[in-house]
């Protein structure tokens, strides 16, 4: 069974930084592309950033490039995103998602949120992101 377990959420100043974890069992990294997503309140999920071990696939989103970073641990069976400069406009709660075989997927224009559970099928619970201005 695909497990995701996303954690390492908090509150931070803008300007910092935090380390999100998306802890993954049931499966393997060669056959997975993980992707970070975020909601905001009153707001569309998006995503953040997707990671494929299979093509070697890393994308982020416009408003993170530079920012974030994403990465993978095999060892520790575990999914990073790393955040730096953290901006007030990140606030959100954070979920990391699995997808099988197809790599990240291409987004061109509107992502939806049906789109984004039809492309990942095992989502992991979500974890809140505060920044203080």
């Known amino acids: 069974e695909v497990q995701l377990q996303a954690s390492g959420g908090g509150l931070v100043q803008a300007g910092g930084s935090l380390r999100l974890s998306c802890a993954a069992s049931g499966f393997s990294f060669d056959d997975y592309a993980i992707g970070w997503f975020r909601q905001a309140p009153g707001k569309e999920r998006e995503e953040v950033s997707c990671i494929s071990k299979a093509d070697g696939g890393i994308d982020y989103a416009d408003s993170v490039k530079g920012r974030f970073t994403i990465s993978i641990d095999n060892a520790k069976n575990t999914v990073y995103l790393q955040m730096y400069s953290l901006e007030p406009e990140d606030t959100a709660v954070y979920y990391c998602?699995?997808?099988?075989?197809?790599?990240?997927?291409?987004?061109?224009?509107?992502?939806?949120?049906?789109?984004?559970?039809?492309?990942?099928?095992?989502w992991g619970q979500g974890t809140q992101v505060t920044v203080s201005s």
């Open positions: 998602a699995a997808r099988h075989w197809f790599g990240c997927p291409v987004v061109t224009g509107t992502y939806s949120a049906a789109e984004q559970d039809s492309d990942f099928g095992s």
